[in-house]
């Protein structure tokens, strides 16, 4: 099963593709998507609809796995944050996968074993579930590949419909 895995923002998008083989999760690709400040809002949303189709058209992944909104007190970021999250599940619907949806507290959990984890043991068990380059290690980019994880362990071997 392949994943497409999305922590949506609007200035960092972290992106994913993981894949389970022979029973172990594999990283295909991931990165933090970045859009200038200086670029007006709409032509934000337009590259990350870009980035995210060009993923699944590259990737062919069944399934785009997407944290869930944490709503914050700056209110104007959380719906810009929304927004993300529609361009990303539009791009979901026209590649024809199946959407996964996951609260943050599920993400800890699946990956850590504790839904209050912090950032660092967020990090230390991403890095010790999957194979990362040193280098890429971006509080987005792992966010993404645990959304994934957390997908992969949910869906398990079941197939899209």
């Known amino acids: 099963m392949r994943i497409l895995g999305i ?13 389970k083989k022979g029973g172990k999760e594999h990283v295909l690709f991931s990165a933090c998507f970045k859009t200038s400040p200086k670029l007006e809002f709409p032509e934000r949303l337009n590259l990350i609809s870009e980035e995210i189709g060009g993923m699944v058209k590259k990737y062919k992944p069944e399934v785009l796995a997407i944290e869930t909104l944490f709503l914050n007190t700056n209110q104007k970021t959380a719906m810009r944050v929304a927004e993300v999250r529609g361009v990303a599940l539009n791009e979901a619907v026209k ?67």
Do not use: C, W
């Open 7 to 19: 922590d949506p923002g609007y200035e960092r998008l972290g992106i994913a593709v993981l894949e």
């Open 95 to 161: 590649g024809g996968l199946r959407v996964f949806e996951a609260s943050p507290p599920q993400i800890k959990t699946a990956t850590t074993g504790y839904g209050r984890a912090n950032k660092e043991q967020m990090k230390k068990m991403v890095k010790m579930l999957v194979n990362i380059e040193t280098g890429r290690e971006s509080d987005d980019e792992l966010d993404a590949i645990a959304v994934a994880l957390t997908a992969l362990a949910h869906l398990g071997n079941i197939r899209p419909t």
